[in-house]
């Protein structure tokens, strides 16, 4: 018997602490009896996102229902990401979470099969473009830990691979394997970025879905917790909390970040300027955040500047990183090249992330870094132009700048987004 399902949103004023709190309750009182609990949070990320306080509220109140008759672990759906630092788990989990019970996903290692995706439904999904089976791989304690329910919590919003993240996502990549995780991208990226972005039924979409029906509905017991956020100056709001066993608390979800999470820009930008904010944005892996959620809002001939004061990588791995730095950012039709010459075999999630992160000669890309964390020659070496961060935002400084449209003193035009990896920005010309 399933759930009963519990959607819950508040556009203008957010949910309280009060309504989340009653919200959670409602939840676990459907699951009188429990004895082993497993919540897959997204890492840090995503920390927007709200499920650091989600994940404390509801390990807290298990312990408070079942006392030492609880057994809870936490896994955050790192997928490729490198591990949270314990400053990360700090921020994320405070002391609620003892550490013993937060578990590290190994995406290579640390997976079990399901099944697979046929090649026919790929190659219908994509129109012909990726005519692969692709395998279906979760974290083997999802299938093997012996918990009675598990709770997985994230944000969606829209995201450059699969239009609107989250829902099965937070699985079969968060918890995902090595050929899932890479060729559900190659997928995506074959079909077209700026098609997907920000749409609900994407072909990646498509492929979770296949991979959800089959394999997980009515197999592993879980839950999923979509969030919808804003965020507002340095304040996180929830604005919607959907829960449920089903599709439809991700489809209410999407709906509502569709509304509150894209920004329609009345005319394209001659120069974007985007900040990556540095305890969260690492490397251009992730970093390009700042590339995908603003591209659409950037002429042809234009700029897109990228602040990024914490990147001092490329990838979030060694494998992913030296891949980047051989083959760099060099656009759809060199990389796609290189793939058919069999050069990304085994890797194709790289493949997908350099076509995703080029302009494709559209508009120039400079990465502002630190030297001393990202040199000159390094982010020139994959096809981006390179400015000192220090000195290029005693021009353009975040802390100075408006979220929008920006005149400088001297009458240059620049449109400014603070936290690129919250939306997407989208001019319907």
Same mark, same amino acid.
């Given at each position: ?24 309750? *409602? ?8 004895? *082993? ?8 990320? *995503? ?88 395998? %279906?791989?979760?974290?083997?304690? #999802? ?15 829209? !995201? ?7 829902? @099965?996502?937070?699985?079969? %990549? ?10 559900? !991208? ?9 098609? &997907? ?30 969030? %919808? ?117 085994? *890797? ?26 990202? @040199? ?24 100075? #700048? ?14 400014? %987004?603070?936290?690129? &990896? ?8």
């Amino acid at each position: 018997m399933m759930m009963k399902e519990l959607y819950l949103s508040r556009e203008q004023t957010g949910i309280s602490r009060t309504e989340l709190e009653d919200m959670i309750d *409602r939840m676990l009182d459907q699951f009188p009896v429990l004895r *082993r609990v497993l919540i897959i949070p997204p890492d840090y990320t *995503r920390c927007y996102s709200y499920a650091g306080p989600i994940t404390r509220i509801i390990y807290r109140k298990l312990e408070e229902r079942f006392g030492d008759g609880i057994h809870t672990d936490v896994m955050p759906a790192l997928g490729t990401h490198m591990p949270m630092s314990e400053e990360e788990l700090d921020r994320f989990f405070g002391d609620v979470v003892p550490r013993e019970r937060i578990l590290v996903h190994h995406w290579q290692t640390d997976t079990v099969r399901l099944g697979y995706v046929p090649a026919e439904v790929c190659a219908e999904i994509s129109g012909g473009l990726f005519p692969e089976q692709i395998d %279906v791989e979760v974290n083997h304690l #999802l299938v093997d830990g012996g918990y009675d329910v598990i709770f997985s919590v994230g944000q969606v919003v829209p !995201h450059e691979v699969v239009g609107m993240a989250n829902y @099965s996502k937070n699985i079969f %990549v968060g918890t995902g394997g090595r050929e899932m995780i890479n060729k559900s !991208h190659m997928l995506s990226a074959i079909c077209g970025m700026e098609k &997907a972005l920000g749409v609900t039924d994407s072909p990646a979409r498509k492929l979770y879905d296949y991979a959800q029906q089959h394999f997980v509905d009515g197999k592993i017991p879980m839950v999923y917790l979509q969030t %919808v956020t804003t965020n507002d100056g340095d304040d996180v709001t929830l604005r919607g909390l959907f829960i449920g066993e089903s599709r439809k608390p991700f489809e209410y979800a999407a709906a509502l970040s569709q509304e509150l999470n894209i920004v329609h820009v009345e005319k394209r930008a001659k120069k974007v300027v985007t900040y990556l904010e540095p305890t969260e944005l690492k490397t251009t892996w992730v970093g390009n955040k700042g590339v995908y959620r603003t591209r659409m809002i950037i002429e042809d001939g234009g700029e897109l500047l990228v602040l990024a004061p914490g990147v001092r990588a490329f990838g979030e791995n060694e494998e992913m990183d030296k891949m980047t730095r051989t083959y760099g950012y060099t656009g759809t039709e060199h990389i796609l090249e290189l793939y058919r010459q069999g050069v990304f075999e085994g *890797r194709l999630m790289a493949a997908a992330h350099l076509m995703q992160g080029s302009s494709e000669g559209r508009f120039t890309i400079t990465y502002a870094t630190k030297p001393e964390l990202m @040199s000159k020659e390094e982010i020139e070496s994959v096809g981006y132009r390179w400015a000192d961060y220090d000195e290029i935002t005693k021009r353009y400084d975040p802390a100075s #700048l408006k979220e929008g449209w920006n005149t400088l003193p001297d009458g240059e035009e620049i449109y400014y %987004v603070g936290t690129p &990896a919250v939306g997407l920005w989208k001019c319907d010309d």
